[in-house]
């Protein structure tokens, strides 16, 4: 945990009203060895900015966020928190960072438990995102909020998917042993949306190595619903992510200003 202090919790809702309040944990304890040497995947540039700055204020433009959770390396909370005070962030959504642990799941698990009450909305969110529109956030805190315990933003395919036997050494030869039908097939993105206490409870329960937040909800047997993704939500994990994302920066910033 780190040293700064929690942030109050929300003040409590109106005699009568149940307004859901809505926390981010985002993620940002990994090295981003597919990107190449250099500064972890999250703190590299994207139009001279950190891409977990990017990923931060996409959250925040949200204005149904009102607590961002910034899980650091381990070792690099002291450094995460140094980043986030250079940067102007909104003043409405407050800010938190503890170190994260070995792996993804651990860091989100951390994340969670750093989050004061009051806040029944988790968002997850992949600092390697740093693109998502507020639109695509806002639909998945809406589904939350209707009464899904999870939601995933996801895409149609547009190619086709085979299954393979893996080979014996990388590089050689695979063979295809099914061809899925892609029409029921998705793509899924981030930020997943959650219900708090159901988040929690997969976290507690559910010990498999997994890829994503919604796969552990699954497993209690609770149901997962999709939203619309967004093509711009992609993550950058390759040398060409990062440049398809600096021309999607700089057509934002010619078009809208970004």
């Not at 994207?46 to 961002?68: D, N």
């Not at 003043?91 to 009450?117: H, M, N």
């Not at 959650?194 to 919604?214: I, P, S, W």
């Amino acid at each position: 945990m780190s040293d700064d202090p929690l942030p109050p919790p929300p003040p409590a809702p109106a005699p009568g009203r149940t307004t859901a309040r809505t926390a981010a944990v985002i993620p940002a304890a990994g090295r981003g060895v597919r990107l190449g040497p250099g500064a972890p995947k999250a703190l590299r540039a994207l139009g001279g900015t950190p891409m977990l700055i990017h990923a931060i204020r996409a959250m925040a433009a949200s204005r149904a966020v009102s607590l961002v959770v910034v899980v650091a390396p381990p070792d690099g909370a002291a450094e995460v928190k140094t980043l986030l005070d250079s940067y102007a962030l909104p003043e409405r959504t407050d800010f938190l960072v503890v170190p994260g642990g070995e792996s993804r799941q651990e860091s989100v698990k951390l994340g969670l438990d750093a989050l004061p009450p009051g806040y029944d909305i988790v968002l997850v969110h992949d600092a390697a995102r740093p693109l998502v529109p507020v639109d695509t956030v806002d639909a998945v805190i809406e589904a939350v909020r209707d009464g899904a315990p999870a939601v995933v933003p996801a895409l149609p395919l547009a190619d086709t998917v085979k299954q393979v036997e893996p080979a014996a050494a990388p590089g050689d030869p695979e063979r295809v042993v099914a061809t899925p039908d892609r029409s029921l097939l998705r793509a899924v993105q981030t930020p997943q949306g959650f219900d708090r206490a159901a988040l929690v409870r997969a976290h507690e329960t559910v010990t498999d190595d997994v890829t994503d937040d919604a796969s552990m909800v699954e497993q209690l047997g609770l149901a997962v619903v999709t939203v619309p993704g967004h093509e711009e939500a992609f993550k950058v994990t390759r040398p060409l992510d990062l440049v398809l994302a600096e021309a999607v920066l700089a057509r934002r910033r010619l078009n809208d200003g970004f």
